[in-house]
């Protein structure tokens, strides 16, 4: 049971350039989100997921894209690349019942943009 | 969802307790109390939560006052690795999906 994933560790973009963070999880929960974090600061909310095909804005969610195709994956896509977006991106993995919310997260990417 | 408040750091010493206080004065009755932590600049890891009695699990106990206001996780033997930054989140049990991450305690644990 690996829990969730995030490929890559480490990236480094220049200004306009695009990528996609990648999350898996292996717990089959149905809820999944993705955070930003800033040096000395909590996390916010970019986008989440209640489950295949459907998602959702956080507080965070301009210059960023998701998707659900399966349970498993959740990938955000940053479409042009600013140097606002150097953060440390976590995705986590959320476990629901009787109306709790626990959530598990990823070792994360932490994204320098130039 | 309800805001916390909570001291921005706090010292312990290694075997003796850790106790990280909360306040959310404005909880409302159907929101849980979560704490969080997060060690270095790994992904925050679930330690507890409670809706209105106290908990206790294998890493901690949560205590909340009867009137919801405020609470406090313990941990009863902090070690070095328990040096990390603590969020308390209250979030609603229904509707809106949102965990709301403030700034946190930073717990140091000192030999």
């Known amino acids: 049971n690996a829990g969730v994933t995030q490929t890559p560790k480490f990236q480094v973009l220049k200004t306009g350039q695009s990528m996609t963070l990648q999350c898996a999880q292996d717990?089959?929960?149905?809820?999944m989100s993705w955070y930003r974090q800033d040096p000395g600061m909590g996390l916010r909310l970019i986008h989440y997921s209640v489950g295949a095909g459907i998602t959702d804005q956080g507080e965070v969610p301009n210059g960023y894209n998701v998707s659900r195709s399966t349970t498993e994956d959740f990938p955000l896509r940053l479409l042009s690349a600013a140097p606002s977006q150097t953060s440390v991106y976590f995705c986590?993995?959320?476990?629901?019942?009787?109306?709790?919310?626990?959530?598990?997260f990823g070792p994360g990417t932490r994204l320098t943009v130039t | 969802d309800a805001k916390t408040t909570q001291p921005p750091s706090m010292d312990c010493a290694e075997g003796r307790a850790a106790n990280l206080p909360c306040n959310h004065s404005?909880?409302?009755?159907?929101?849980?109390v979560y704490w969080y932590r997060q060690i270095h600049s790994q992904g925050p890891q679930y330690i507890i939560h409670g809706l209105k009695n106290n908990e206790t699990n294998e890493m901690a106990s949560l205590i909340i006052t009867e009137d919801r206001k405020s609470s406090t996780l313990i941990l009863p033997h902090a070690t070095l690795r328990d040096t990390a930054v603590y969020y308390c989140?209250?979030?609603?049990?229904?509707?809106?999906?949102?965990?709301?991450f403030g700034t946190g305690t930073r717990l140091k644990v000192l030999a």
């Open positions: 989140i209250v979030r609603a049990t229904s509707g809106t999906y949102k965990y709301i």
């Open positions: 717990m089959n929960h149905e809820y």
């Open positions: 404005t909880i409302s009755g159907n929101e849980y």
């Open positions: 986590a993995s959320i476990k629901t019942g009787g109306g709790s919310y626990e959530q598990y």
